[in-house]
């Protein structure tokens, strides 16, 4: 037997991604919106999917998304691109400002996904870490950046998964430090309502990322994109997959942008469900709860108490939320999605039980 060789030595230390989505009664773990999209839009979506030609290959860079999703930023067609999720744009910076010999600057904790396409490409990270409260050392980036030679940042606005979000001042001082390229992963900006977006004329190193899976309620169709000038998405443009977005996709995505204003409502309950859940986990004992502009809440467990052991309990209860308390920086923390208000109200009532 030939047997194999070994993958590239890259992904040695790489642990394939698993998001730990463990089928329970209450699934709260994943950051996912805890409504579908309303049936009247299924309806919609039914009429326009069956229009398609299954046969032909879709429109590659979907420019009917992309035209719609210019025109509400008051931008052309250019300086908007479409990915498989926010996640094939988060590779794609990899692939295209990455690489050997190339870097990245990170600031953990934040999401996991963006070390490891850096890892992926062979790309250097260099690591600025979070302040215990998980704010920005903000000196500390721009004092790096302005060294010259960090090829992309990622700065993600509320970040995941502490919930705080990045002033656009120290955005701005970013952009002015050096001509590395900044991303403003923007994934959960819908619930916190503050955007970078006003600084993208003036900014030719700023891409913004977005994605339809929370706000939008369309994790399940994986749908994403980014905003940014021409000269810098040209280069994503070489980097993609050429029909990474899928014809079914693209219309779903389509009837859904054009009524976004229906999904206004479902925002505003996760809006004010997350302040019910924030004011209840404070009066908890035995915790620290993070404040959240996302849709999602950290908190810390005390000493003495087994995070992973508090999780096992809820899950057992029938309440699936996600585990960080082996990751650094997040020992001991828990995250919770904000679900619907009966989800929360049976979140807390089992999470009193186990803390008891
Ligand atoms: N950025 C952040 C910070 C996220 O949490 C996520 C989703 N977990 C994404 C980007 C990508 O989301 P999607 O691929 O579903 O668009």
């Not at 913004?208 to 749908?223: D, H, P, Q, Y």
């Amino acid at each position: 037997m030939a047997g194999v060789r070994s993958a590239a030595p890259q992904l040695a230390d790489i642990e394939p991604y698993d998001p730990k989505y463990i089928p329970a009664e209450v699934m709260i773990s994943a950051n996912e919106n805890a409504s579908d999209v309303p049936f009247d839009l299924r309806r919609e979506i039914e009429r326009e999917v069956r229009k398609l030609s299954f046969n032909r290959y879709p429109d590659p860079l979907a420019n009917g998304l992309r035209d719609l999703i210019a025109e509400a930023n008051g931008l052309d067609r250019d300086q908007v691109i479409m990915g498989n999720g926010g996640d094939e744009l988060l590779f794609n910076i990899a692939l295209a400002w990455g690489g050997p010999g190339r870097t990245f600057l990170n600031m953990p904790p934040t999401f996991t996904v963006y070390k490891n396409n850096a890892q992926l490409t062979n790309t250097a990270i260099v690591d600025v870490p979070r302040r215990a409260d998980f704010s920005i050392d903000e000196e500390a980036v721009i004092e790096r950046l302005s060294q010259g030679d960090i090829d992309y940042t990622i700065v993600t606005s509320p970040n995941n998964p502490t919930g705080n979000l990045v002033d656009t001042a120290f955005v701005e001082r970013m952009l002015q430090a050096s001509d590395t390229l900044v991303m403003v992963d923007e994934a959960y900006f819908e619930f916190s309502r503050l955007t970078a977006r006003p600084l993208l004329g003036r900014y030719e190193n700023l891409v913004i990322l977005r994605t339809f899976s929370k706000a939008f309620s369309l994790a399940g169709v994986r749908m994403g994109y980014m905003l940014g000038s021409e000269t810098v998405l040209r280069e994503f443009k070489k980097v993609r997959q050429p029909y990474s977005v899928d014809a079914v996709s693209q219309a779903i995505a389509r009837v859904v942008y054009a009524h976004r204003a229906e999904f206004e409502r479902g925002i505003e309950l996760i809006i004010s469900e997350r302040a019910r859940l924030l004011d209840e986990l404070g009066m908890t004992e035995g915790l620290t709860v993070y404040p959240s502009d996302a849709n999602y809440i950290l908190f810390r467990l005390n000493d003495g108490v087994d995070a992973g052991e508090i999780w096992q309990r809820l899950l057992d209860a029938g309440v699936l939320i996600r585990d960080f308390s082996r990751a650094p920086g997040l020992e001991n923390c828990l995250r919770v999605s904000v679900g619907s208000p009966e989800e929360n109200s049976r979140f807390l009532e089992e999470l009193r039980k186990v803390l008891k």
